[in-house]
């Protein structure tokens, strides 16, 4: 099973959602964009997580966690 390694838990693939999406980036409105920007989300209280573990992540980030990572061209 692939998935991310986590305070030693393994969370699954298929717990994790990803997302591409358009970034801002220099050219104006009707510039070529593509997407270049990449989102990744975890709900954490619907995680197979001990709870004790979703208990802790919860109060330090919240219930769902996104990570965005972008680039952009020149």
Do not use: C, Y
Not at 38 to 51: G, W, Y
């Amino acid at each position: 099973m692939d998935g991310l390694e986590v305070a030693g838990h393994l969370i699954p693939d298929f717990e994790l959602e990803e997302r591409f999406e358009t970034w801002g980036g220099p050219g104006g409105q009707h510039a070529n964009r593509s997407e270049t920007a990449v989102v990744l989300r975890f709900d954490i209280p619907a995680s197979s997580l001990p709870d004790d573990l979703k208990d802790r992540l919860v109060s330090r980030l919240g219930e769902v966690v996104e990570i965005r990572a972008a680039d952009h061209r020149s």
